[in-house]
């Protein structure tokens, strides 16, 4: 096996229009500005796509990027990034996938992989360290992603693949790796558009070594110390995975409940991490180098399967008023099989029982009943029927039919199942986030409600909070290693676990500009700088992650995005949530000015030429 030290910075560029492939040399100074995984695929996608193109057009194009940490068996390291611009929001769609593509891809010796063009047929991508093979798909198409699997070669090789909606450009498709999913923003369709079926990287070519291992193994050491001893990572992801924020979100009133109508229901525990591990057989099913360990296969109806996240369990359990696991273990399966992401799809069905309820639109399914709705998924997939107007969003939906009171989606793309009343530091997030409804763009859930740091209710100091972890998360994002390592890497810290909660609490929430610059989050800057070998401060690492997220802005910006795209669903702005006991309404525009003038935009909310400039973004 031959080794990279380092990054190989070659990037195989392919124009499935003409069957040729081109290598882009990266260099040094945007390595540094911009870090590599979504930053590095962001400046490639700003150098190379036109304003207002069709998002289904050959024009679009779509770029695969694992991070620096790929292939260094880092903790939780496992994880690429997909960037294009979105058939559902018509914005820049941006998403992280744990499956082995990326590792494949990285140690066939490609530091990302850029497609343009359409395919003149339905074709697979073979790549390997000397290029890529265009091959025809015979037999392929209508398959579903299982299917798929098993008829591909993927011996020694890590794969994307779409399923039915993928090719019948449902916007809310999403590519298939592993067991893993890039899910948010149609990027399936995106796939499909192009006539691509599956992409197959066979690696093991190459070994990734950092080019400073001595700070390497001090860094990794350090980090899987914090890992295991902090209380989410080590016992509370790793026994019950992310459906451990059920419970704590259904007790705090921000579960969605029925179309986010109620925050709370007393059958929520039935669907908990906790009833999951305990009746179905939880074992590990993790991606590789992962150290938390929170993803999980069980037993449904005597077969295996992936037990559900967090967020298919609240959008397709809670959300529908079904508490069922079987049914949403079976139902996420179908999903997955068809290539459907399961936050849009639960939003989607959410607001179709309830404009049903309205008389809005003919009802086929209703809240806490699972009839017809196994059937409704199928022809979403399948673009079949009223399925394909239900597969286009929310936003469409509401904008044909009416229900935009009830129509639960920032910037078109479908809300996270956090109920933004219960926390005001997520309702700036969700608004001003840069793919649409997005929970992990800065998750302030954490801050206001998990670890009691800051008064959810109130407006003060949260401006300041999501522009930070925006930047720390867009950073976080480009290395690219998993986020819920931040649970870890920050709170045990030696600042943040030796200081009482309550002197914690009182210099978050009052002295934030104190707080702030306390955040240790040098783990990543030092296992970055470890395997780049270019040392940069912990201000310049931040400061990367700033410009990172200001040219998404931008990119967004250029597609018409302005002040009055960062808002929140009608709902949540006009109605208060009935399980908190002190519902206040949510602030929203003393937020956005605040948080404006941080960011360095104008009162509309565009990135200033001034920002650009400080940022070097051209």
């Known amino acids: 096996m031959d080794t990279i030290i380092g990054t190989s910075n070659k990037i195989l ?3 499935l229009s003409n069957s040729s492939f081109d290598i882009y040399n990266v260099y040094e100074q945007e390595r540094t500005m911009y870090l590599g995984a979504k930053g590095l695929g962001l400046k490639l996608l700003y150098d190379r796509l036109k304003t207002g193109i069709d998002p289904l057009s050959p024009e679009n194009i779509i770029i695969f990027m694992p991070g620096v940490m790929m292939g260094t068996n880092a903790p939780c ?20 996938c744990g499956g082995p593509f990326g590792l494949h891809l990285k140690t066939a010796g490609w530091d990302g992989l850029i497609i343009k063009g359409r395919a003149k047929e339905l074709t697979i991508l073979e790549i390997d360290h000397a290029g890529v093979k265009f091959l025809p798909a015979n037999g392929l198409s209508t398959l579903g992603t299982k299917e798929l699997r098993h008829k591909l070669d993927l011996k020694n090789g890590g794969e994307l693949i779409i399923g039915p909606a993928g090719e019948n450009l449902v916007p809310i498709a999403n590519i298939r790796s592993g067991d893993r999913f ?17 992409i197959i990287a066979r690696g093991k070519k190459f070994k990734i070594i950092p080019k400073n291992q001595k700070l390497f193994n001090k860094t990794k050491k350090k980090a899987l110390k914090y890992i295991n001893r902090n209380e989410v990572t080590s016992y509370l992801y790793r026994n019950f995975g992310t459906r ?49 360990l929170c993803g999980q296969k069980g037993i449904f109806n005597g077969k295996p399967m992936a037990i559900p996240e967090y967020e298919t369990v609240a959008l397709m359990g809670s959300n529908l008023e079904i508490f069922d696991r079987e049914f949403i273990a079976r139902i996420n399966d179908i999903a997955g099989n068809l290539g459907l992401d399961t936050i849009s799809l639960g939003g989607i069905l959410a607001w179709y029982m309830e404009a049903g309820e309205k008389n809005i639109v003919w009802p086929r399914i209703k809240f806490g009943s699972t009839e017809n709705i196994e059937q409704v998924i199928t022809e979403i997939g399948l673009g079949t029927g009223f399925g394909k107007e239900l597969g286009r969003g929310v936003r469409y939906l509401s904008e044909k039919y009416g229900g935009s009171e009830f129509a639960i989606h920032v910037k078109g793309l479908e809300v996270a199942g956090y109920d ?70 920050l709170l045990e810290s030696p600042v943040s676990k030796y200081t009482p909660n309550i002197t914690l609490k009182l210099i978050m929430q009052y002295l934030p500009d104190l707080a702030i610059p306390l955040i240790d989050f040098g783990i990543y800057r030092d296992f970055w700088s470890s395997v780049v070998g270019i040392n940069i401060s912990k201000k310049e690492f931040l400061k990367a992650g700033d410009r990172i997220h200001v040219l998404e802005r931008f990119l967004n910006c250029r597609e018409g995005i302005n002040k009055s795209h960062d808002t929140l669903p009608a709902r949540f702005l006009n109605e208060t949530l009935p399980d908190l006991k002190k519902s206040k309404k949510i602030p929203l525009n003393k937020m956005l000015k605040e948080y404006y003038k941080l960011r360095g935009y104008n009162e509309k909310g565009v990135p200033k030429k001034e920002t650009l400039k400080q940022l070097g973004i051209a």
Request: with cysteine; hydrophobic share 40%; aromatic share 10%.
């Open 244 to 292: 451990t924020n059920l419970i704590l979100n259904n007790i705090a009133g921000i579960l969605p409940v029925r179309n986010f109508q109620k925050g709370r229901d007393h059958r929520a525990y039935n669907i908990s991490g906790e009833k999951f591990r305990d009746m179905h057989l939880a074992k590990p099913h993790t991606c590789k180098s992962c150290a938390i």
């Open 13 to 15: 560029e392919v124009d």
């Open 77 to 96: 390291s496992n994880r690429f990034h997909a960037i294009t611009k979105s058939p559902l929001t018509g914005i820049i769609a941006t998403s992280s």
């Open 182 to 198: 890039l899910g948010r923003g149609g990027l399936g369709a995106v796939l499909g558009s192009k006539n691509i079926k599956a």
């Open 420 to 489: 933004p009343r219960g926390s005001f530091g997520q309702a700036l997030n969700y608004a001003v986030a840069n793919r649409g409804g997005c929970h992990l763009s800065a998750f302030l859930v954490a801050q206001d409600i998990y670890f009691n740091l800051l008064n959810p209710q109130i407006h003060r100091a949260k401006a300041k909070y999501v522009k930070f972890f925006e930047s720390l998360t867009a950073a976080i994002n480009s290395l690219q290693v998993c986020q819920f390592t931040m649970f870890a890497y």
